[in-house]
């Protein structure tokens, strides 16, 4: 087993909190130590288990920033509430790794990333999808391993996928990002599912739908569909960004990709629960021409057996917001929940948080607590 050291910054800080893994960026420490924190920070690669993050808060915490790896449930944050603890703030705009009740029961408050991630994914959810219409990892397979004898006519047929059809699951922040750039940069018609309407997304697309008409252009549909079989059947290529809950735990089951077109392009930078993993194997083996693109598991870093072996399958590990800037958002916002609430701070309570990543004056608010009401935060008034 992997040991896990613990590396101090500011050793004098009154608060301690603790960062189970090296973040990027140097403000995220500044936002810390301007909150008068002692940091410990986690070196290591390996996911931490629960007893060594347990062992390292020890009878003193005041808050940890911690990993969509983690499993942050009752033991934990009752082990961060005895420890003295007020705050967790996952790095993700994801929180299925969190027990939210049990955190607000303990009187913990919890913070996540939102907002940063979103473009970044979006790109990702497109390049995925682009490498799996253009065989984009079997043809690089094919010439690095020098099988490459020159131009033919018949070399790696993939899929146009301009003025074809976009099935969105999930229309929140990034999935209406990748809808724009799918609609506006490839002028592809979309479906979404999702659980209401998106009037943003719709009215975007009425807008691009005008300029095109003004063009001379054939304009491009953008509907809801109500049930989720519509999108299935229609779409030639579906991405998924909903959350991972009960209710999209296997959304895409075996029964769900039978609805699929057997030459449909699937793309997953959500959860990796969303779909079933194993059937989704069988799905590709007995459709070559299904193809997919993956940037999350079922069951990380595992991968379902045979699903590295499939040609039609492109794969990268979790990755889809690995950009950085990003990641140094991410980390900014994290500090920052963290140190707003031992700072005693509000909550922020707007969607748009990009006045905590300016350089200058950050408003003295946590930017993002995920159950600030419960815990009868105050919003931030200016
Ligand atoms: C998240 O923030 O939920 C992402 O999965 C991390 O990339």
Redesign the pocket.
Known sequence: METHAWRVENPHGRRRVLVTKELPGKRWREILIAADCRIEIGSGQAPLEAVAIQAAMGTRCHGVIGQ?TEPWGEALFGALAAAGGRVYS??????NNVDLAAATRLGILVG??PGV?TEA?AEMAVALTFAAARRVGEAERFLRSGHFQGWLPGLFLGRLLWRKTVGVIGAGRIGEAYAQMMVQGHKMNLIYHSLGPNRHLEESVAAYNRFLVNQGEVPLFCRRAERLRQLLQAADVVSLHTILDATTRHLLDARRLALMKPTAILVNTS?GPVIDEVALVRHCRRHPDFRVGLD?FEDEPALAPGLADLDNVVIVP?????TRWTREG?AILAASNVAAVLMGWPAWGRPDLSTFLAENNPPPAAPSLINAKDLNIPRYEP
Not at 90 to 95: I, S
Not at 318 to 322: D, K, L, V, Y
Request: hydrophobic fraction near 45%.
């Open positions: 969509l996952n790095y993700a705009v994801g929180y996540n990333t991630l994914t959860r999350v979790h990755i889809a917001s690995a991410m």
